[in-house]
């Protein structure tokens, strides 16, 4: 009986979260799968078409092609920079000074910010050919082209935004670094081992765990990313479709071109491509994470 | 310490996310859109509160809202809501809107009316024709283009044309003779040459207009084809080519707008532009834009006629530019037909509306207003009677899909702009998908 109760007070607390679940996630999920294979304007009802939307996909959408070709150029410059950026400050955070506490929340506030439309719209300015960036580096001569507005550099000025949004991704290695036994260190520099001997050797080993943790979510945020995207080329995904991220493709299809049958298919081939991509990563993983609760 | 079982537990919540959100996205529209809709359960008698979404400049915002003002002071008890925005985007959350079955009660409609009466969104006002609604003073032409099976789905606000938009006081200044009703795209660019090369750095003669869909229809109605026609492209491959060739010139010569420097600031904005702060000085814009972009400069604006081609005028009879739908679901339809009659045939509201949405198709609201015009009133009534003049009396039909075409014909100019694609081979590309969106368009 006691146990029951114990279940019941559980299940409780859990109800808030289960329903907002079962009704914003898991219901619109079926009902995507479902929409992806209807032709559906969303003004009238679906009408039921097999696999035409993921045939369509792969044999009569050149500009999909393109905006896979952007994403994963999106995805593959930005993680790694996102990852480097944040473990580079959680480094630098970590050597024990004064004010930690202030320090961290100083450098974490405004990176929550970096995915927000205001952000955004802030960026956009920066980087305009007047913008403040073209006029910094105009001082030393050079004069910068129009980073938001020319195809051979668009997708770069998302890429540094996304570098922005390395807070909480920081406080993870923050944590990570803090459990890194203190011995070791102290170990090894009895040993005589330098700074660089000590990050490679130590450091890095012991937060592989949290790497790959970092690693996996920001690969899987970085494939859904939207709102810079949209507000940056105006919802166009332009120039040429230089910032055509696949979230964005998905929304025209969807809500301008009302295509919303196809816009489902998109979804569930975003999925598929974003599970290949942790999937891989999580085979990789027994190759280079070491976890030393020594079950490996 | 972390361990294995924590990790693969927060990495598959965090896949189990992944997939929630990837249609967490599709809902990024739909935040502004539920908003509470309206009181719907007012008996009659008691406070009936509708919503009603327009788009525009700053200019029409302000003249929409005190009229609204006007009708609540009017009609205690009823108040409405304005939602408004620029046009970027305005189609997207209406979309949004409509599926998920809370568009606002009063809807400000373009050109793609017949594609949302297709699709049952809007309400038949023809039963309050006569009764709430007062059509008598408006012709017959502007009625019907609004009436789909004999049932009527809008009331124009106002009647426009596509037009091209210039800055007169940079043709003044470059001492460059202002268009006329005759001129030729050889004339066009002798202009544009000309006013960039005098003006210097900076300053353009136009900008590049070769997305512009209004625009290429003109060019090819003045060299005998036509955009669409029944079902059909009425152009071919070559027809395209010289349409970007005219452009590819005045880009090598330096008189329109570089590609970057569109982007970041496209004529479609008002506030962004290039024509008011005197750097560019032709534009294409609809003809009643010409208010909002004129409130934003000191320098005169005025309209021109699209230029002839060998084949003549290539212009488009003057069209409702914009109608006033009612959506199919609102509770309170009676409410919104008397807001309806009150927009367009008010003399008070149509005084404070003035021409914002074009010439309006009240003849007595026009009369009202020919009395005490402005001088840009004067310059959108002039090209209104011009262009009805010039036009060939054919009738205009838009390419299906009009999103879907734009946005194809954004992407060529770009692909050619920026030298990404010979003419040639974006031409190719273009075809093709040209002939792919007919295709769909015949299979809906």
Sequence with gaps: ???????????????????????????????????SFTKYDLLTAPKWIGLDNYKAMFTDDYRLGDSIKVTFKYVLLS??????????????LNQGMKFLGLYRTIYYIPSLLGGSVAISVLWKQVFDKEGIFNQAIGFFGIEGPNWIADPRYAIYSLIGLSVWQFGSVMIIFLAGL???PQELYEAATVDG??????????TMPLLTPVIFFNLTITLIQSFQTFTKAFIISGGSGGPINSTLLYSLYLYIKGFTFLDMGYASAMAWLLLIIVAAVTGVMFLTSRYWVYYSDGRD | MLNRKAITASMLSAVLLLSACSKGNNDAGTDSASQPAGNASAPAGKKVELRMSWWGSDERHE?????????????????ITGEYSGFDGYMDKLNTQIAAGNA????????????????????????????????????????????????????????????????????????????TDQWTYEDFKSSAIEIAAKLGKGHYGS?????????????????GKELYRDGDRRFEKQDIVGWFAIWDELRKAGAIVPADVQVANPPTAVDKSLLVNGQVAIQGASASQIFGFQELTQDRLALALFPNGPAGSGMVQPISGQYLTAYEGTEHPEEVAKFINFFVNDPEAGVILGST????????????????????????????????????????????????????????????????????????????????????????
């Excluded at chain 1, 081992?193 to 130590?202: D, E």
């Excluded at chain 2, 929409?64 to 009609?75: G, S």
């Excluded at chain 2, 734009?406 to 002939?435: G, N, P, R, Y």
């Design chain 1, 1 to 35: 009986m006691q146990k029951y109760k114990t279940y019941a007070a559980g299940y409780l607390f859990l109800l808030p979260w289960l329903i907002g679940f079962v009704f914003l996630y898991l219901s619109p999920i079926i009902a995507s799968l479902y929409l």
């Design chain 1, 79 to 92: 993680v790694p920079f996102r990852l480097a950026f944040a473990l580079g400050l959680a480094m630098l």
């Design chain 1, 178 to 180: 803090k459990q890194i």
């Design chain 1, 193 to 202: 081992a330098g700074i660089f001997r000590k990050f490679a050797r130590i």
């Design chain 2, 63 to 79: 003249r929409t809202q005190k009229a609204i003002e006007l009708f609540e002071q009017k009609n205690p008890g009823i108040t």
């Design chain 2, 104 to 179: 606002p009660d009063l809807i400000q409609m373009g050109g793609n009316i017949k594609e949302y009466v297709d699709k049952n969104a809007l309400l038949d006002l023809k039963p309050y024709v006569g009764g709430i609604l007062n059509l008598d003073d408006f012709n017959e032409g502007l009625v019907k283009s609004a009436t789909f099976n004999d049932k009527l789905y809008g009331v124009t606000l106002g009647v426009s044309s596509s037009s091209l938009l210039y800055n007169a006081s940079m043709f003044e200044k470059a001492g460059v003779a202002l268009p």
């Design chain 2, 207 to 223: 900008y590049d207009l070769s997305s512009d869909v209004a625009t290429l229809a003109s060019y090819l109605g003045g060299v």
């Design chain 2, 357 to 444: 949405r074009g010439v309006p198709p009240s003849g007595k609201i026009r009369d009202t207003l020919a009395a005490q015009s402005t001088p840009v009133d004067k310059v959108l009534y002039d090209y209104i009677s011009l262009v009805s003049d010039t036009a060939p009396p054919v009738v205009y039909q838009q390419f299906p899909l009009d999103n879907e075409f734009t946005k194809l014909l954004q992407v060529t100019s770009e692909k050619i702009a920026f030298k990404a694609k010979s003419i040639d081979s974006a031409v190719d590309e273009f075809m093709t998908e040209v002939d792919k969106l007919l295709l769909k368009a015949k299979a809906q």
